[in-house]
């Protein structure tokens, strides 16, 4: 637990904190600035999806370290989570183009791509948690 | 007929000057964006603030406002923070307070006291309604200047604009530039638009989208959309977000960006053969 925040996502100016907070993690941890841009983006998306689909919400970023892979490797965890109207339909949502709101549709499938996993787990009425990683080579 | 309080103010300036003066010993008036205030600055502003209240004694309330309008002015310029001036005016109460209860009886003294708490409140109420309006101006002319800055659009010739962008791009900003787009080709009779996205940090699909949307609104009052600046990591998360730009003419450079505006104005840079030489005009 060296390096871990957490980021309330309740305005737009949440969404630039979380950025630089991942953008200065993500530095840190030793990632290129092909990959920084890539977290970064991710974590713009995650936390805009919270300001724009949710009352409030909050990003947390960690440090991450796995020993099963050979070695160690060494990586960033970023988790988005909301209490907000939660997803009816998951499938849906990882289309490309699928959007509510009149956006791109472009953000979830993006941030798939961009990270190394992605996981969502969402109950309708409840919320909504996100969890994605990105691992150093 | 002058208030006997005020009456009572003018006969003993001096000793309620000298009195109060030292009461704002105990006071340190700060200015917002510094801590450093060197002694005799805090005391210039002291000084002035008592000639401020005591000259205007004998003056009507229109005349007094014009004195306070330009303290305030002042205040604001040098960033002073007003709240302080105004608890040094509760000082001055005490003081006036506790010799009226020494001179006048009883009775006489709440006749005397509410007039005395009358002439703060106009003291107060004026030097917060200037500081309040002071504000406002401020924050109008700075809202022009953050309307000019967020998205300037500039000619570099003829018939082509260049809007450079820098820094985040929120809601607001997104609007912004739309707006001072579409005003600028207008007004400039612009063909070709060469959006500069070098000193954006992130595009994500927000800006992706408003960037695709300035640039169909663009097309529609007759003219051409150019992006330039794209950053070769900034290029690999437009990929992997998967955000189509092929109706986008993109160049990697401004100065790459100005060569293809000029073809698409059917204008060619030249070399020159034989170097000009005197450099007068011709
Ligand atoms: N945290 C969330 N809570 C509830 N619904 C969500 C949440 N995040 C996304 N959604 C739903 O999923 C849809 C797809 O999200 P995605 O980010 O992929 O696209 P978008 O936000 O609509 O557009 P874009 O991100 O391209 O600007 C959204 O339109 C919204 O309906
Ligand atoms: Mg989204």
Same mark, same amino acid.
């Given at each position: 637990?060296?390096?871990?925040?957490?980021?309330?996502?309740?305005?737009?100016?949440?969404?630039?904190?979380?950025?630089?907070?991942?953008?200065?993690?993500?530095?840190?941890?030793?990632?290129?600035?092909?990959?920084?841009?890539?977290?970064?983006?991710?974590?713009?998306?995650?936390?805009?999806?919270?300001?724009?689909?949710?009352?409030?919400?909050?990003?947390?970023?960690?440090?991450?370290?796995?020993?099963?892979?050979?070695?160690?490797?060494?990586?960033?965890?970023?988790?988005?989570?909301?209490?907000?109207?939660?997803?009816?339909?998951?499938?849906?949502?990882?289309?490309?183009?699928?959007?509510?709101?009149?956006?791109?549709?472009?953000?979830?499938?993006?941030?798939?791509?961009?990270?190394?996993?992605?996981?969502?787990?969402?109950?309708?009425?409840?919320?909504?948690?996100?969890?994605?990683?990105?691992?150093?080579? | 007929?002058?208030?006997?309080?005020?009456?009572?103010?003018?006969?003993?300036?001096?000793?309620?000057?000298?009195?109060?003066?030292?009461?704002?010993?105990?006071?340190?008036?700060?200015?917002?964006?510094?801590?450093?205030?060197?002694?005799?600055?805090?005391?210039?502003?002291?000084?002035?603030?008592?000639?401020?209240?005591?000259?205007?004694?004998?003056?009507?309330?229109?005349?007094?406002?014009?004195?306070?309008?330009?303290?305030?002015?002042?205040?604001?310029?040098?960033?002073?923070?007003?709240?302080?001036?105004?608890?040094?005016?509760?000082?001055?109460?005490?003081?006036?307070?506790?010799?009226?209860?020494?001179?006048?009886?009883?009775?006489?003294?709440?006749?005397?006291?509410?007039?005395?708490?009358?002439?703060?409140? $106009?003291?107060?109420?004026?030097?917060?309604?200037?500081?309040?309006?002071?504000?406002?101006?401020?924050?109008?002319?700075?809202?022009?200047?953050?309307?000019?800055?967020?998205?300037?659009?500039?000619?570099?010739?003829?018939?082509?604009?260049?809007?450079?962008?820098?820094?985040?791009?929120?809601?607001?900003?997104?609007?912004?530039?739309?707006?001072?787009?579409?005003?600028?080709?207008?007004?400039?009779?612009?063909?070709?638009?060469?959006?500069?996205?070098?000193?954006?940090?992130?595009?994500?699909?927000?800006?992706?989208?408003?960037?695709?949307?300035?640039?169909?609104?663009?097309?529609?009052?007759?003219?051409?959309?150019?992006?330039?600046?794209?950053?070769? $990591?900034?290029?690999?998360?437009?990929?992997?977000?998967?955000?189509?730009?092929?109706?986008?003419?993109?160049?990697?450079?401004?100065?790459?960006?100005?060569?293809?505006?000029?073809?698409?104005?059917?204008?060619?840079?030249?070399?020159?053969?034989?170097?000009?030489?005197?450099?007068?005009?011709?």
């Amino acid at each position: 637990m060296s390096n871990h925040s957490c980021i309330e996502i309740a305005n737009e100016w949440g969404i630039v904190s979380a950025r630089q907070a991942g953008r200065e993690l993500s530095k840190d941890i030793g990632f290129g600035s092909v990959d920084q841009a890539r977290i970064t983006t991710a974590i713009s998306e995650l936390a805009r999806n919270i300001y724009l689909y949710t009352e409030i919400g909050k990003i947390d970023l960690e440090e991450i370290s796995d020993n099963h892979r050979n070695g160690k490797a060494r990586g960033i965890k970023v988790v988005a989570s909301d209490k907000g109207p939660g997803i009816e339909n998951l499938r849906d949502v990882m289309v490309d183009g699928f959007t509510t709101s009149g956006g791109l549709g472009a953000g979830l499938p993006g941030v798939k791509r961009l990270m190394d996993e992605f996981d969502i787990e969402s109950i309708p009425g409840e919320g909504t948690t996100i969890t994605t990683i990105k691992w150093l080579r | 007929m002058r208030s006997i309080v005020l009456q009572h103010m003018i006969d003993n300036k001096d000793h309620y000057i000298e009195q109060w003066r030292v009461s704002f010993d105990q006071l340190l008036f700060s200015r917002s964006e510094s801590t450093i205030k060197p002694q005799y600055i805090q005391d210039e502003m002291k000084d002035e603030f008592v000639s401020v209240i005591f000259d205007t004694l004998t003056m009507d309330r229109h005349s007094r406002r014009a004195v306070v309008k330009r303290f305030v002015e002042r205040l604001i310029h040098d960033g002073w923070i007003v709240s302080e001036f105004i608890m040094s005016l509760q000082k001055l109460r005490r003081i006036v307070m506790k010799d009226l209860s020494k001179h006048y009886d009883k009775d006489k003294f709440v006749d005397l006291s509410s007039e005395l708490e009358d002439w703060l409140d $106009e003291q107060i109420t004026d030097l917060t309604t200037e500081f309040a309006k002071n504000h406002e101006e401020v924050k109008a002319i700075q809202k022009v200047a953050l309307k000019e800055l967020s998205a300037p659009l500039i000619p570099v010739f003829d018939k082509i604009v260049v809007m450079p962008l820098i820094g985040t791009i929120d809601t607001k900003r997104a609007s912004q530039i739309m707006e001072n787009l579409l005003e600028g080709i207008i007004e400039h009779r612009a063909q070709v638009v060469l959006i500069d996205i070098t000193g954006v940090p992130l595009v994500d699909t927000m800006v992706a989208h408003h960037i695709i949307r300035a640039s169909e609104a663009v097309r529609l009052v007759g003219a051409e959309c150019l992006l330039v600046g794209i950053r070769p $990591e900034i290029a690999q998360t437009i990929v992997n977000l998967g955000i189509d730009l092929g109706n986008f003419t993109t160049k990697s450079t401004l100065k790459k960006g100005v060569e293809t505006a000029l073809q698409m104005t059917h204008r060619d840079i030249i070399t020159n053969e034989e170097p000009v030489t005197g450099g007068g005009l011709k």
